[in-house]
C-alpha cells in the first residue's frame, strides 16, 4: 500500500473478483491445470490480506461458476477437493482476522464434503466483523434472476405480493446478495473483459478493472493498485460532474 497514495476516506465497500488464468497460468509452466487453481489459494489470501488491511468490509470471490460443472471431470473432482482442503487450512486465520464466511450460488450442487466444511467454517466464523469474505460456488447470475422472479411471480398468483409493489429494490430484495451493498468495483484478471455473468444484476453502477495479470501472480501490490485506479475516476451514477459537485458542496 506504501506504494500508493490511497485517500482512505475513498476505499470501496464492497470489491468483486473475477478470479481468471489459472488454467493458463499453469499451462505456460507445463503444468495441469489444477496446478494454476492451487496457486490461486495463494493470491486469494493476498487479496483478502490486502482488503482487510485498507478496511473493505465485503469481498465477492466468483469461484466456481454453474458453467464451470461443464468441465472435464477430473479438474472438477480436483477443484471441490481443494476447495475442502482449503477451507480447513484457511479457517483458522479467517477467525484471526475477523473474516465472517459467506456464500452464493446453488451450494446443494457441491458434493457433502464441500457443503459440510462450508458449513462448519461459516458457523466458526459467524460473528466476525472486520470483512465479510462471500464465496460465489456454483453460481448464475442468470439462474439467481430467474429465481427470483418465480418466487415473485408464485407470491402475486398466492395474493402475497402486488405486481404494482415490484421495483428494484424489491427484486434486490429476493436475490442472494440482499444481505450486501452492491460492489462498487469490479477486478477481473487474464486479460478478459466481460463480466461472465456474475452478478449481473448488482454491477448496474459498478466500477470495472481489467487487468492482463493472471491470478496466481495476482498480488497484493495488484489489488492496492486497482483501488488506486478506481479511486481517480468519477462515480455520477448518472447525473453529470456539475450536480455531483453541487451535492458535495
Same mark, same amino acid.
Given at each position: 500500500?506504501?506504494?500508493?497514495?490511497?485517500?482512505?476516506?475513498?476505499? @470501496?465497500?464492497? #470489491?468483486?473478483?473475477?478470479?481468471?488464468?489459472?488454467?493458463?497460468?499453469?499451462?505456460?509452466?507445463?503444468? *495441469?491445470?489444477?496446478?494454476?487453481?492451487?496457486?490461486?489459494?495463494?493470491?486469494?489470501?493476498?487479496?483478502?490480506?490486502?482488503?482487510?488491511?485498507?478496511?473493505?468490509?465485503?469481498?465477492?470471490? %466468483?469461484?466456481?461458476?454453474? =458453467?464451470?460443472?461443464?468441465?472435464?471431470?477430473?479438474?472438477?473432482?480436483?477443484? *471441490?477437493?481443494?476447495?475442502?482442503?482449503?477451507? %480447513?487450512?484457511?479457517?483458522?486465520?479467517?477467525?484471526?482476522?475477523?473474516?465472517?464466511?459467506?456464500?452464493?450460488?446453488?451450494?446443494?450442487?457441491?458434493?457433502?464434503?464441500?457443503?459440510?466444511?462450508? /458449513?462448519?467454517?461459516?458457523?466458526?466464523?459467524?460473528?466476525?466483523?472486520?470483512?465479510?469474505?462471500?464465496?460465489?460456488?456454483? %453460481?448464475?447470475?442468470?439462474?439467481?434472476?430467474?429465481? &427470483?422472479?418465480?418466487?415473485?411471480?408464485?407470491? #402475486? #398468483?398466492?395474493? =402475497?405480493?402486488?405486481?404494482?409493489?415490484?421495483?428494484?429494490?424489491?427484486?434486490?430484495?429476493?436475490?442472494? /446478495?440482499?444481505?450486501? @451493498?452492491? @460492489?462498487?468495483?469490479?477486478?477481473?484478471?487474464?486479460?478478459?473483459?466481460?463480466?461472465?455473468?456474475?452478478? *449481473?444484476?448488482?454491477? &448496474?453502477? /459498478?466500477?470495472?478493472?481489467?487487468?492482463?495479470?493472471?491470478?496466481?501472480?495476482?498480488?497484493?501490490?495488484?489489488?492496492?493498485?486497482?483501488?488506486?485506479?478506481?479511486?481517480?475516476?468519477?462515480?455520477?451514477?448518472?447525473?453529470?460532474?456539475?450536480?455531483?459537485?453541487?451535492?458535495? #458542496?
Amino acid at each position: 500500500m506504501k506504494d500508493f497514495n490511497l485517500d482512505s476516506t475513498n476505499i @470501496p465497500k464492497h #470489491v468483486a473478483i473475477i478470479m481468471d488464468g489459472n488454467g493458463r497460468w499453469a499451462k505456460k509452466k507445463g503444468e *495441469m491445470r489444477i496446478y494454476g487453481h492451487t496457486n490461486g489459494v495463494g493470491s486469494v489470501r493476498e487479496a483478502l490480506t490486502a482488503a482487510v488491511e485498507i478496511g473493505v468490509k465485503y469481498l465477492t470471490l %466468483y469461484a466456481f461458476s454453474s =458453467e464451470n460443472w461443464n468441465r472435464p471431470k477430473d479438474e472438477i473432482s480436483a477443484l *471441490m477437493d481443494l476447495l475442502v482442503q482449503s477451507i %480447513y487450512n484457511e479457517v483458522d486465520e479467517l477467525n484471526n482476522k475477523g473474516v465472517k464466511l459467506a456464500t452464493i450460488g446453488d451450494i446443494h450442487f457441491l458434493p457433502d464434503s464441500c457443503q459440510n466444511a462450508l /458449513t462448519e467454517a461459516k458457523e466458526r466464523t459467524k460473528n466476525n466483523s472486520k470483512i465479510t469474505l462471500i464465496l460465489a460456488l456454483s %453460481y448464475s447470475s442468470r439462474r439467481e434472476i430467474s429465481l &427470483a422472479v418465480q418466487k415473485m411471480t408464485k407470491e #402475486v #398468483v398466492n395474493g =402475497e405480493l402486488e405486481s404494482k409493489a415490484i421495483n428494484e429494490d424489491l427484486i434486490s430484495s429476493y436475490l442472494s /446478495t440482499s444481505d450486501y @451493498p452492491d @460492489p462498487e468495483l469490479l477486478i477481473r484478471t487474464s486479460g478478459e473483459n466481460r463480466v461472465s455473468n456474475f452478478l *449481473m444484476w448488482q454491477l &448496474a453502477y /459498478t466500477e470495472l478493472y481489467f487487468t492482463k495479470i493472471l491470478w496466481p501472480d495476482f498480488k497484493k501490490k495488484n489489488f492496492y493498485k486497482a483501488i488506486f485506479d478506481y479511486q481517480k475516476r468519477e462515480r455520477r451514477f448518472g447525473k453529470t460532474s456539475e450536480q455531483i459537485i453541487d451535492l458535495n #458542496v
